[in-house]
């Protein structure tokens, strides 16, 4: 699973890594966040690309359906942006605690757990400076929505902050909960810093982690 903040570089590393697995004569398969076959259907895609919500889909029998296929083929597959970017960080925008938070990760990592799941997580050094170099080289209509829906979520109002100083406070404020949960996950996960990764190694570790026992 391919991890981190908006623009940190998700889409693409999970793209060359299946390339570049597949280079080797390894079989990798890709799910990028707005692939249309993605296995694992979230509410918040679903609502940024205009689907009708369907609470039932959002369970966890698709996260144990592909953790089956994983097993019977065995290949490497690469979810970009499913876990804590799709599935946790919009709970954690609408209030909810760090037990329910726990709760959400725990159930679905249990639910894949026979595909041996392996978290990479791209950390942004510098949120502020990120965050507002991505607007400036975003267009406006992506901007004013990204800011809209800060402005729009219970972790926001609850601060009192709206637009770019709220987006920035939220996000290092999640990147935090993200990197301390992530420390108590041991082997299972990898926190490495966005836009400065070598494929080649990477793709050993992962080979590395797929290859142990689940």
Same mark, same amino acid.
């Given at each position: ?19 570049? =697995?597949? *280079?080797?004569?390894?079989?990798? /398969?890709?799910?990028?966040?707005? &692939?249309?076959?993605?296995p694992i259907r979230t509410e918040q895609v679903d609502l940024l690309v205009g689907r009708e919500p ?11 359906? =592909?953790? *089956?296929?994983?097993?019977?083929? /065995?290949?490497?597959?690469?979810? &970009? ?18 037990a329910q938070l726990v709760d959400l990760a725990t159930t679905r990592l249990a639910a894949v757990a ?10 942004? &050094? ?35 902050k709206k637009g770019m100083a709220a987006l920035i406070d939220f996000h290092e404020a999640w990147q ?39």
């Open positions: 699973m391919i991890e981190g903040p908006i623009g940190a570089g998700k889409t693409s590393l999970t793209m060359r890594l299946a390339e570049h =697995l597949e *280079a080797k004569g390894l079989e990798a /398969r890709a799910f990028l966040e707005f &692939d249309p076959d993605h369907a609470s039932k889909a959002y369970g966890l029998d698709p996260w144990a359906r =592909l953790a *089956a296929q994983c097993v019977v083929n /065995r290949g490497v597959v690469l979810l &970009d942006a499913t876990l804590i970017q799709n599935t946790l960080l919009p709970a954690f925008a609408n209030g909810a605690s760090d026979k595909a041996n799941p392996l978290i990479v997580y791209l950390r942004v &050094d510098d949120m502020a400076a990120h965050l507002e170099n991505l607007h400036k080289s975003s267009s406006r209509d992506w901007s004013a929505r990204n800011l809209a829906w800060i402005d729009g979520t219970e972790w926001t109002r609850a601060k009192g935090t909960w993200v990197e301390e949960w992530l420390a108590r996950q041991g082997d299972t996960s990898l926190v490495l810093t966005a836009h400065s990764l070598e494929i080649g190694p990477l793709s050993q570790l992962v080979l590395k982690h797929a290859a142990k026992p689940s």
